[in-house]
């Protein structure tokens, strides 16, 4: 423990530096910039807006919003695990010369997509403008959110960073089985319907899917503080939190055990 | 007697490569009968020192655990067993261009690689006029990596390692990059480092000759065990009569 906040306190700076490096490489020689992190979610959000609202015809309040916050928290979830299933070979030309804790690997990637998102979630500030929804003081319930929603994330990430160094086809395996989450997760629907309306998931399972799934459980719970002023579980909070704190120490402590193999294997 | 403290302590380093190698999931799965796992022992028990401000030349046949050992010290391998002890947190082993992205420009590669390599941001900006001017690629400096030829990439990838000094430094076989006359530069700048009376420096050299200049001891490593650590002539000598 004591020896993950002193490599914390060490890396933090180059872990910032070379997130924000990363970021800037990304965007050199776009026309656009940064202007795609936000356009990437926004291109999406108008194409589950058709299909939702006018193929499917359901009625979804504040829909624009509602499929923003899911698809922002999906693309930081998604896009950061898969990456770091890699992350230790992708930086092969680090990690044999120099010695680094691989966990801030995992959190150079984290800071990229999660500064994509944090700007991306600017949008969600304009939109609830714009469609004037009501702000109440569970808006601070996105604090323990996405504190939960990091902590699972780095959890995650580091377990498969590590098994990820042995495994070759773990990167495939990891992006379908998120295809498979990202359609049962609600990102673009309504798990259960606030309007009235026939709901095609019964209620059980609506509610295995909304609980028991932690990036769903979230997102759901994000929608309720920030545009429908609903009551957030907190006893799921807190123990998707616990599971977050769990993941975290397997990984670190898989990745201080085994790091040393690493280099061996690349 | 040479009552100077050991900057570098090795006691009884044991360390093994498992022959571990990526494996697709579907041997995980169908492969019932756990693979056996050939385990390949580079260092076996090695115990030596060295004194504050020594430059020690480490030589031996290729896969005798020269470059493993320098790794270790290095940190980048944690042995199976013994202890490396180093007086002093500041180390580094020599190697050019780590961490560089070839999208950003020169001068945000030098704070990348800088600290990487373990210093602070403020102590990097201090050192950022000399890192240019020694690497000799001006207005470059501000433009990216990618555009640079491979002579200016590793001036400037050596410039960083050259400048940004540590205490205790490892070599392995870089000396000198670049053109003829800047081969000449670095190889005078390395000298420089190495020469200094503060640094301790080990060099993994093929080269005699290189350990008789550079070299005020030597270490001979030979199949992943120490055979023999004293002054340069007779340790030479008795390798190359060896060999």
Aim: positive net charge; hydrophobic residues 50%.
């Amino acid at each position: 423990m004591g020896r993950f906040f002193r490599d914390i306190k060490k890396y933090y700076k180059y872990a910032i530096y070379s997130g924000r490096a990363g970021l800037k490489a990304e965007v050199a020689n776009s026309r656009l910039s940064w202007l795609w992190w936000i356009l990437d979610p926004l291109l999406f959000m108008i194409i589950y807006w058709f299909l939702s609202q006018i193929v499917f015809g359901q009625r979804t309040r504040y829909y624009m919003v509602f499929v923003f916050i899911g698809l922002n928290m999906w693309d930081f979830f998604q896009k950061s695990i898969v990456t770091n299933v890699r992350v230790v070979t992708n930086n092969s030309s680090i990690v044999t010369k120099v010695y680094l804790p691989k966990f801030i690997l995992v959190l150079i990637e984290m800071f990229k997509y999660g500064f994509r998102m944090a700007i991306a979630f600017g949008l969600v500030g304009v939109m609830m403008i714009l469609y004037r929804v009501r702000i109440t003081w569970k808006i601070l319930f996105v604090l323990p959110i996405f504190f939960t929603l990091f902590l699972l994330v780095f959890g995650i990430s580091c377990i498969v960073a590590h098994f990820g160094v042995f495994i070759e086809d773990l990167q495939n395996v990891a992006a379908v089985g998120m295809r498979l989450l990202f359609y049962i997760s609600g990102v673009f629907y309504e798990i259960e319907p606030k309007l009235k309306g026939i709901s095609r998931i019964p209620g059980t399972l609506a509610d295995i899917m909304i609980q028991w799934n932690p990036i769903s459980f979230l997102i759901t719970q994000c929608r309720e503080a920030l545009i429908y002023a609903g009551n957030i579980n907190l006893t799921m909070l807190c123990f998707w939190m616990a599971v977050g704190f769990l993941l975290s120490a397997i990984g670190v402590f898989l990745i201080y055990k085994y790091e040393k193999d690493y280099v061996k294997v690349i | 007697m040479d009552d100077r403290k050991n900057a570098i302590e090795v006691e009884d380093v044991h360390l093994s490569y498992q022959c571990l190698q990526a494996f697709p999931l579907r041997k995980s799965i169908f492969s019932l009968k756990k693979s056996k796992v050939e385990k390949y022992e580079a260092l076996r028990g090695i115990s030596f020192g060295v004194k504050k401000g020594e430059i020690v030349g480490v030589i031996g046949r290729n896969g005798s655990g020269k470059s493993t050992l320098l790794k270790a010290i290095a940190g980048i391998f944690a042995p199976d067993q013994g202890t490396i002890t180093l007086a002093t947190p500041s180390v580094s082993l020599l190697s050019i261009g780590v961490g560089f992205q070839r999208k950003l420009t020169g001068r945000e590669n030098v704070m990348l690689s800088g600290m990487l390599l373990g210093f602070s941001e403020q102590q990097i900006l201090e050192k950022m006029d000399e890192i240019i001017e020694f690497a000799e690629i001006g207005s470059f400096i501000d433009r990216p990596v990618k555009t640079y030829s491979s002579g200016m990439f590793s001036k400037l990838a050596f410039s960083i390692t050259a400048v940004l000094e540590t205490d205790i430094m490892l070599i392995d076989e870089i000396l000198s990059v670049g053109d003829t006359k800047f081969k000449k530069k670095s190889y005078e700048k390395m000298k420089e480092l190495i020469f200094d009376k503060n640094r301790t420096v080990m060099i993994v050299s093929h080269n005699p000759d290189t350990v008789r200049q550079l070299c005020t001891s030597v270490l001979w490593i030979h199949e992943g065990k120490v055979r023999m650590q004293g002054d340069v002539e007779t340790v030479l000598e008795a390798y190359e009569g060896e060999a």
